[in-house]
């Protein structure tokens, strides 16, 4: 899952009239965080709310934050103090500018924020998003509103329901969470602590989403959760099931064409899982499964209760039943106690995977977590050393894995219009953005396309023959 900074403002849409106020919504961190926005998007917009991509012109800013680590933090509070520059210039000129912070940040820090930025009118956490309009109904009246408790009551039903409208306005994309939280302990991860225990949403809830998603226009669905395949659910049969049969369902929705999930632990990966790879033309080949670390001596201090052998002899079963299989993973350098050994480790189980895409970070001390306590923490230009050489090999493998698609005729699901006029940008299968000639009103076909090219962080295609499934 990625995790750096990712700054989304809320798509624009409506034609806002003389009295709407206009929301302005920054996300920071991983897409349950840009799925949350989407949601409070939706809650803020039954109360007249309308999204704006001006943050100069919103009435209010919610900066949906993450705490996955320290700098994430560190990057809220300095938004924070601009924001009130702005908020005094706002209230000088008679005008009201309404600020609230959400998400990990707001879970872990709820007070403080208060006390640290007297700008600050609002504080919600991940499981309360759904009173964000309630809370800003009482700031207004004077409060400053801190609501960071996990709701007893399940925030999926108190949002509204997603309206074809807005969703149109959004792609033929979506995420669409599942779960949330986590029971796994990873001694490094301050999520277990900001996003809870492991809370897997109801089987019936998701199958309608999706399908008011897809009624709406959408193709591809990306299932989101923590912690995704620890999913589990009473289906319909009166069975727990788990994600592959959910999945299996899923692709049963005519005109869902495409189906990813994100992000798994290794040990969830069970055997319907795999075989769901093996069986659903709808499920894409590319898989985010982090390892974190390729020593099984700091596997086991990470607490991530498997080895790099089992990580690996999980790999071969997922491409014996599906060879195309892209790899995808998470990586931690300068955990506490990883010497040069350790860390070798790490480059051979990345150079034995071969990763299409990873995303790299430096440990970083997360004060309340088993990791901060440990003995032997790594020096700061040591971690970087380490990242750079471990982030060189990622990237060669990267490109290597563009490079071998080059000549490749692959099913393009054109997403949105492109850089150039006459130009659509679209998703391979494995993930990759990709460059082609096509109208706008191809957008959300899937088509056939010839890789001729790469780019830095892209492909280039040309189209093959007439438009297949649409
Ligand atoms: N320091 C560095 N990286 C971390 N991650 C989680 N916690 C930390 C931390 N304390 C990374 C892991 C995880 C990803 C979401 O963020 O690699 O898989
Ligand atoms: Fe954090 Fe580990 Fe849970 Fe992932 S599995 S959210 S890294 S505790």
């Known amino acids: 899952m990625s995790i750096d900074p990712i700054l989304t403002a809320s798509p624009a849409e409506g034609q806002p009239g003389a009295n709407t106020r206009k929301v302005f919504i920054k996300t920071y961190g991983c897409q349950m965080n840009v799925y949350d926005s989407v949601r409070m998007g939706d809650a803020l917009a039954s109360e007249g709310y309308v999204p704006t991509e001006q943050m100069e012109e919103a009435d209010l800013i919610v900066l949906n934050t993450c705490h996955i680590r320290e700098k994430a933090a560190d990057k809220v509070y300095s938004a924070l103090g601009r924001l009130r520059e702005m908020k005094k210039a706002r209230n000088a000129q008679g005008q009201e500018l309404m600020i609230g912070v959400a998400g990990c940040v707001a879970q872990a820090e709820g007070e403080e924020i208060l006390r640290r930025e007297p700008s600050v009118d609002v504080v919600i956490g991940p499981q309360t998003y759904h009173r964000l309009p309630a809370a800003l109904r009482r700031a207004r009246l004077g409060d400053r509103i801190v609501d960071t408790d996990y709701a007893v009551e399940d925030k999926f039903e108190h949002l509204p329901a997603v309206e074809s409208t807005r969703v149109r306005s959004r792609g033929v994309t ?23 225990a492991e809370v897997s949403r109801p089987f019936r809830q998701i199958v309608v989403e999706a399908q008011r998603l897809v009624d709406a226009g959408v193709r591809e669905i990306t299932l989101l959760g923590q912690n995704v395949n620890a999913w589990r659910s009473e289906g319909p049969d009166g069975r727990e099931w788990g994600l592959g049969d959910l999945l299996y369902k899923l692709a049963e929705i005519p005109g869902l064409a495409r189906l990813r999930y994100t992000t798994s632990h290794p040990r969830d990966m069970d055997d319907r899982l795999i075989e769901a790879h093996r069986d659903l033309r709808e499920l894409m080949p590319y898989l985010h499964l982090p390892v974190q670390s390729g020593s099984d001596r700091i596997l086991k201090a990470m607490n991530r209760r498997h080895t790099a052998e089992e990580y690996l002899r999980l790999i071969s079963r997922i491409r014996a039943v599906k060879p195309d299989m892209a790899m995808s993973g998470d990586f931690i350098v300068g955990f506490p106690g990883e010497t040069e050994q350790d860390f070798a480790d790490t480059l051979r ?110 492909l280039f295609a040309e189209p093959v023959g007439a438009s297949s499934a649409s």
């Not at 949330?180 to 490094?188: A, I, N, R, Y």
């Not at 032997?376 to 493998?397: I, Y």
């Not at 299968?429 to 830095?456: C, E, F, H, M, Y």
Request: charged share 20%; hydrophobic share 35%; proline share 8%.
């Open 174 to 196: 979506s995420f669409l969470t599942v779960q949330e939280g986590c029971d796994k302990f990873c001694t490094f991860c301050v999520v277990p602590y900001t996003r809870g």
């Open 349 to 458: 189980i990345v150079e034995a995977v071969g990763y299409a895409q990873a995303f790299s970070f430096k440990y970083s001390t997360r004060p309340g977590t088993p990791g901060a306590d440990l003995p032997g923490h790594v020096a700061e230009d040591v971690k970087a050393e380490r990242l750079e050489r471990l982030q060189s090999l990622l990237l060669k493998q990267q490109a290597e894995f563009a490079k071998s698609c080059v000549g490749k005729v692959i099913d393009l699901l054109l997403e949105k219009p492109g850089r150039m006029p006459g130009q659509l940008i679209g998703r391979s299968p494995w993930l990759q953005s990709v460059n082609v000639d096509a109208k706008p009103s191809q957008i959300g076909d899937i088509i056939p396309v010839r890789i001729i090219g790469t780019g830095p962080n892209s």
